[in-house]
Each structure stands twice: as structure tokens, then as C-alpha cells.
């Protein structure tokens, strides 16, 4: 069942955040909410991770769901090593292979203090990614990494996110570009949808397309509003 | 370079014991009366007769027993009651009041009370109990919420169950006010206890001791089981801290 949010309504002190906002997530795939900070896309998430009851409106298809999440910040126990940080949220998860997806791999028992920025970055979304989940909420997952790194990360991400919903908040326009088989171009706030991007190609093909992901890139960069 | 420090930490100790051992000595020459005054070395040579007798012993760890009873019982009640406040607010409602009157309320006038309620030998018990339960409830009261909401928003999206939340988000952050709450708890649950025993005089407790020794004039008794007292709550309170600070490495690695 897909997910909707109808008629959502959401205020800081006499600031709109969301009004009246309603949006329709398919049942699987990568959907990027892609525009510049500040417009209403984390309050958005926050929402459908259920963190925040204090809106208006209605959503339906996250019945029986199970969220999974990067925040903003890296929200990790800095009294816990990284491999203690991730079992938190699941005690059987493979934990070399997690980390060898974001290239944490032989830091199972370094504290996050030790780690740097970069490094907090990614045990957070290994611990997002190994999390038992029916939808995947990022936020800003790349922050803070160099593009080389990112370019190693996507299609590893793309493979472990496959037949589920992930909802991909970032304004990074190459990440959008090559991740989303929907892109929701947003602004705001109070948010609202600027255009709703659906991918042409399959993910294989848009990696494979560097050419396809330059030319988006820039589409994207360009109609920012 | 640490060893040198260490070294001189002991020195000036040392130093200091000697500087107020000397002024004890010279007030004691200058008063001149042994009622009023026992010499140090009087007070020392009475404890060391003291020391090698089962009694003493026995009465030590008695009074000892008796006093930390409270403490912990404290220690427990104020934790279920600080979860409660903490997440209840209309339990806050009742129960901070009561601490608080607890609080403001002369020790003498609760063990005269108590006096009247309880037999003499759980009085320093009770008293201790009631002495350190506010100290307990408001400190870990204030690390409950004080724990990181960012943290619990976490472990509420991943569904950690709520053991496990306990034991990786809150004790983590309570830890050091129960720390806190220890390390003023110790002294004061000590003096009240005492206190009570004075009043109380239960057979086999150096209240009864300092007691004794004040109304038979023994001066030189009364210094030395004060001066047993004092010794025994810093070896006390250095003790528990340490072992503390053993269980606080094991949980927060800090």
C-alpha cells in the first residue's frame, strides 16, 4: 500500500511549516524530496518517522509499518562502540558486511568520539541501513563526504534499499540525480512541490549513463527555486 | 612526573594533619583542663586500646550496618520515585512537596519523632533513610530528565526495547548524578545516623559510645570516637566513590 499524506498541517509558533500538503509515495523505491535547507523537508520526515504528532491531517499506508532512520545528526551513543551503536537497533545484523558497505570495515570496536565527522556520518547510516525496516528515512545521508566516497556509496546503497520505500531528503543535486526513481522537487516553506521528477531510466542504466546524471545534475541545479 | 605529584599530594596532606595536630596540642596546653580538652596523644593512645577489642569492632560495623541500611534503602526508593516524578506529573504533584517539608525539617525534630514510633535500633536506619531520600530523588530525578531527547527519538523510531533503553540511554546519563547524589549522600546519612544513635542509644553503636562518654565526662572517649567517626566516613567515602567511578568506566567508558 502506498503511502499518503493528505492535507498535512504542520505549525512552529505562527510559522507554517506544511499546509494543507498532501504527497503520494509509491510502494518501493528511492523518492528523493530534493530542495535548498530550511524549506520544511526534515519536519516532513520527522512526521512520517512518527516523532512529531503535533500537525494536522492525515496519513495512510504506514500502518503496521517499520521506519528506519538517519537523522540530521548522527545520533550515536558516544559511550558505545560502533558495533555496540548498530546491535542497539539490531542484535543480528551483519555487521562486516554493513560496514564494508559504507567503508567502515575494522572499526567494529572504535568509539565515535574517535571517529571523524565523515566516519559518525556513515556509522549512521550503516546503522539505518542494517535496521529491519519497511521504509527508509535519509537525511541528508552524504553530508560531510567527499564526492568520490559518495560515488562508491550509491550504487551499494541503491542494491540495499531494493524492495522497499526510501525517502531520500538531500540538496545534493548529483545524489537526486542518480538515486531517485522519483525526484520531488520541493520549496518552501510553509513546502509545497515545485515538480514531481519521475526517473526515465531504471538505476543500472542511470549509472551506467554518466552522461544522463551530468545533464539532470544540472537540469536540477539550474530550476532550483 | 605523575609519581612526583602524587608524592607531594601526600606531603602537603601530611603537612596539613601535622599543622592542625600541632594547634589542637597548643589550644590544649593553653586550656589546660581535661574535661574540656583531651590531648592528641591521649585521643590516640585511646583509640589504639580501642582498636584490638571485638567490641569495637563489633560496635563499628553494627552502627555501620545500621546507617548504610538507610542509605541504600534510600538510594532504591529514591530511584522508583524519581522514575515515577520524572515521567508522572501528577505523582510530581505529591511527592516533591513531601520531599521538600523532608528537606526543611530539623534532624532532631524527626528523631525525637521517630523516637516516639521506632524502637531505638532502627532509628539511625530511619533516620539515615529519611535524611537522604530527598538527595537521592532530586538528583537522579534531574539525570532522567536531563537524559538526551535526541537519543530516546532514536531509540523510539528503531523500536529499542525499553530494557535496553534503560540500560543504553538512561543509566548512562543518570550515572553521574547518582554520583552526585552519593557523594553528598554519604557524609549526611553518616552525621544523622550518628546523631540518631546518640539520641536513641541502641545496645552496640558508637552513638551509644559518644553518649556514654559525655555523661561519665569521659572527654578523651568523646574525641576519640569522634575522631573514629571522621576517619571512618573519609575511608568510607572514598571507598564508595572509587568503586563508583569502577562501575561508571564499565558504562559510559568515561
Not at chain 1, 546491535?87 to 575494522?106: H, S
Not at chain 2, 606531603?11 to 596540642?25: E, G, V
Not at chain 2, 513531601?98 to 530539623?106: H, N, Y
Request: net charge neutral.
Amino acid at each position: 500500500m502506498a503511502v499518503c499524506l493528505d492535507q498535512i498541517t504542520k505549525y512552529y509558533g505562527d510559522k507554517a511549516v506544511l499546509q494543507n500538503f498532501s504527497l503520494t509515495f509509491p510502494e518501493r523505491g528511492i523518492v528523493c524530496l530534493y530542495g535548498a535547507s530550511g524549506c520544511g523537508k526534515t519536519t516532513l520526515l520527522h512526521i512520517l518517522a512518527g516523532l512529531d504528532h503535533a500537525y494536522t491531517g492525515s496519513i495512510s499506508g504506514m500502518e503496521g509499518m517499520r521506519c528506519s532512520m538517519q537523522f540530521q545528526e548522527d545520533r550515536l551513543l558516544n559511550w558505545r562502540n560502533l558495533e555496540e551503536n548498530i546491535r542497539l537497533v539490531n542484535p543480528d545484523v551483519d555487521l562486516d558486511g554493513l560496514l564494508q558497505t559504507v567503508e567502515l570495515d575494522g572499526l567494529q570496536k572504535v568509539m565515535p568520539q574517535a571517529l571523524s565527522g565523515g566516519m559518525r556520518r556513515r556509522a549512521a547510516l550503516a546503522r539505518a541501513l542494517g535496521a529491519e525496516s519497511d521504509i527508509l528515512l535519509l537525511d541528508e545521508p552524504f553530508k560531510g563526504l567527499d564526492f568520490a566516497l559518495c560515488e562508491r556509496l550509491y550504487p551499494r546503497i541503491y542494491a540495499r534499499t531494493e524492495g522497499k520505500l526510501t525517502i531520500l531528503v538531500t540538496h545534493d543535486a548529483s545524489a537526486a540525480a542518480l538515486l531517485g526513481d522519483l525526484i520531488y522537487q520541493l520549496d518552501g516553506p510553509p513546502l509545497y512541490v515545485t515538480r514531481k521528477i519521475p526517473a526515465p531510466l531504471p538505476f543500472l542504466q542511470r549509472l551506467a549513463l554518466p552522461e544522463y546524471r551530468e545533464e539532470r545534475r544540472h537540469w536540477l541545479e539550474e530550476t532550483e527555486a | 612526573m605523575k609519581r612526583f605529584i602524587t608524592k607531594n599530594k601526600w606531603i602537603s596532606a601530611l603537612l596539613a594533619l601535622l599543622f592542625w595536630a600541632a594547634l589542637w596540642q597548643i589550644i590544649y596546653l593553653a586550656v589546660d583542663q581535661d574535661v574540656l580538652i583531651a590531648s592528641p596523644a591521649d585521643v590516640l593512645g585511646r583509640i589504639g586500646d580501642l582498636l584490638p577489642a571485638a567490641e569495637f569492632w563489633r560496635t563499628v560495623s553494627l552502627s555501620f550496618i545500621r546507617i548504610f541500611g538507610g542509605f541504600f534503602a534510600a538510594a532504591a526508593m529514591g530511584a522508583i520515585l524519581a522514575a515515577g516524578t520524572a515521567f508522572l506529573p501528577s505523582l510530581r504533584m505529591i511527592i516533591a512537596p513531601a520531599l521538600s517539608v523532608v528537606k526543611a525539617t530539623p534532624v532532631a525534630s524527626f528523631i525525637l519523632l521517630a523516637l516516639v514510633w521506632l524502637r531505638s535500633s532502627q532509628l539511625s536506619l530511619f533516620i539515615s533513610f529519611l535524611m537522604v531520600l530527598p538527595v537521592f530523588w532530586s538528583n537522579l530525578e534531574a539525570g532522567i530528565l536531563a537524559t538526551d531527547r535526541e537519543l530516546l527519538e532514536m531509540a523510539n523510531v528503531f523500536r529499542v526495547p525499553a530494557r535496553k533503553r534503560v540500560q543504553e540511554i538512561y543509566l548512562p546519563s543518570i550515572l553521574p548524578y547518582f554520583v552526585t547524589a552519593c557523594r553528598s549522600g554519604i557524609g549526611m546519612a553518616w552525621k544523622a545516623g550518628i546523631a540518631a544513635e546518640v539520641l536513641g542509644r541502641p545496645a552496640h553503636s558508637i552513638g551509644k559510645e559518644i553518649y556514654n562518654a559525655k555523661i561519665y565526662l569521659e572527654t578523651v572517649d568523646l574525641f576519640a570516637w569522634t575522631l573514629i567517626v571522621i576517619i571512618l566516613s573519609m575511608i568510607l567515602e572514598k571507598l564508595f566513590l572509587f568503586l563508583l567511578g569502577k562501575i561508571r568506566m564499565q558504562h559510559t567508558g568515561k
